[in-house]
């Protein structure tokens, strides 16, 4: 009974922390606010639990905007040509059962309101993958959504014209990615590729299979992959990295190199968590969430972040992952911080030495010349905050959310 009366209190307590710091305006009714132009250091940040995607400043530390999304986890597509982005959604009648209707929503990224509806047949995939159920092409024409029930397939979207064009049935193969104009490519069963090509009408053109690139049985790959230019870099369980280039307009597979030596895998390092993997295109940095642990073990959330060289397949860094901290009710406890001496920090102190670490399960970073970098875990909504060149720990931020389930940073982002 004593524990039960020590935990209330201090649940009152942190309650009492966070509504003390929440000084927030008047509203004034009516109003509509515009975001203004979006900055490199913008990220977007999905939770599953709220359904909704949150827009963040890392640098001012400072919650933008939302938009709502329906059930499931959420990935929007983002076109280079257009201020507007594209979200895969969900909705039944009755919140978790009644009759379902999917659709893809166009939202202005400077108010975030919904400006067209594009219905889909209900049949998208809803699965906890963060990246891989949507992909636009490079021409930002034609918006691909994977399908899945189980038969598997492609729901076709002009986004141009707001309207759908078809289903491509695609058996065997599963997820999406971008691979060119009007193009698209999947992952099959049997470690092959298959490439789905377009009409100038989105109706397939062709579908073509390639030759397995990596052993389904032996050492499957990730759906976890990141883009750079033309070229797709997939990680394999046991961390072998597998790229694939699509400059020729077909898919050329060079020989994987491996994250980890002998001395590394002995003593049991391996990828981990379910964003695994982020690229800063500009200077070709892979930034891979690890942990030490068994096989199979590559959903365990990582403990340190590895920093590799794209040209010379090289580590360059060894970034230990801080602890992101956690929120309440959307935010953040950071009591202590605006205290005077010597109780300054005394939040940040007691994340970093007391409380226990909940591992990273999420990695991002920005695409501009100084990026940064974002973490995050499953279990509490606030971000960790790196110098994406030096590694150094910078700050903590909150997203105002409760569980994280896919980090973007689309603004300032390479084109193919």
Known sequence: MRRVVWQAAGVACALWLVAARAELPVEQPGAVAVLPPAQSHWIVVSDFVLQRSAFVDLDAGAFLGMVSTGYGVQEAAWPRTRAEFYLPETYYSRGTRGARSDVVTVYDQATLAPLAEIPLPPKRATNTLATGNVALSDDDRFL??????????????????????????????????????????MLCADGALLHVALREDGRPARLERSAPFFDPERDPITEKAVRAGMRWLFVSFEGQVHEVDWTSGSPRFAAPWSLVDDALRAEGWRIGGSQILALHAPSGRLYVLMHQGGPDSHKDAGTELWVYDLASHSRVQRIPARHPGFEILGESPAFGRDWPTPFDGFYDWLLDNVAPHPGIDRVVVTQDGHPLVATSSERGGSLAIYDGLTGEFLRRVGSGGLSPSGLAAPFGAATP
């Open 144 to 185: 691909a959504v994977f399908n899945m029930t189980p038969a598997t397939s492609l729901s076709i979207a002009d986004v141009a014209a707001r309207a759908f064009v078809g289903e491509v049935a695609t058996p065997g193969c599963s997820l999406v990615y971008a691979a060119g104009p009007r193009s698209f490519m």
